[in-house]
């Protein structure tokens, strides 16, 4: 059984590009969450889906991000127009039922030139 | 939300005992404590979790007072591995969303 998977596992974007994240939960998890770390701090939660649903996006900025698990393939986090700022490690991860234990993926680490 | 309050870092030896307590005042009735380790690079990985009293597993024991507004991680005899942040999360149903809110974590170095 695989792993949380995501990828690119490095991206590299000019600002004003955008940027497609992809993770793949573990078989069998319906619940995916996004975190963001920026160096040295701890996770900021971004979104919480469920198949074909947003069920909180409290933590993900209101402009330029998105977020969605469709019911074939993998959880996107889709960022526009990237900037500096929007540089840092994106984790997801997911569990098989609400306030299970969370399996993580090894991250994306966006860099913005 | 509960919100946890743990020592920024740590630092001990390879062999010895580490005890990291985690703060948590405001947990509620339904609500569990979890703890996870991340590697530098990595995603954060679950430890131990547990409700009251003492969790134990093959990594890590959890020691939970009565009152349940802190828990200890007890690490046994660690090596240089173990160099890693420890995250102490507070989950339940009273969680908005039920959402996980990481803190910033304990820095934990192993020296030789």
């Known amino acids: 059984n695989a792993g949380v998977m995501q990828n690119p596992r490095h991206l590299v974007r000019r600002r004003g590009q955008e940027a497609r994240l992809r993770c793949s939960p573990m078989k069998g998890h319906s619940h995916v969450y996004w975190y963001r770390q920026l160096p040295e701090e701890g996770l900021k939660f971004m979104v919480y889906l469920q198949k074909e649903n947003i069920i909180d996006e409290s933590g993900m900025p209101k402009e330029r991000f998105s977020a969605e698990f469709p019911k074939e393939g993998p959880s996107i986090l889709r960022i526009q127009q990237v900037v500096r700022g929007d540089s840092a490690a994106y984790f997801c991860a997911s569990s098989p039922r609400v306030n299970e234990k969370l399996f993580f993926g090894s991250g994306t680490q966006l860099s913005v030139l | 939300l509960a919100k946890t309050t743990q020592p920024i870092s740590m630092d001990s030896y390879e062999g010895q005992e580490v005890n990291i307590t985690c703060s948590h005042n405001?947990?509620?009735?339904?609500?569990?404590i979890t703890w996870y380790q991340q590697f530098p690079s990595q995603g954060p990985r679950f430890i131990i979790q547990?409700?009251?009293t003492k969790v134990t597993n093959e990594v890590a024991s959890l020691f939970i007072p009565a009152d349940r507004k802190s828990s200890t991680l007890s690490l046994p005899r660690v090596s240089l591995s173990d160099t890693a942040v420890y995250y102490c999360?507070?989950?339940?149903?009273?969680?908005?969303?039920?959402?996980?809110?990481f803190g910033g974590g304990t820095r934990l170095m192993v020296k030789p």
């Open positions: 547990g409700y009251k």
């Open positions: 999360l507070v989950e339940g149903d009273g969680n908005a969303g039920n959402m996980l809110t």
């Open positions: 405001n947990i509620a009735t339904n609500d569990y």
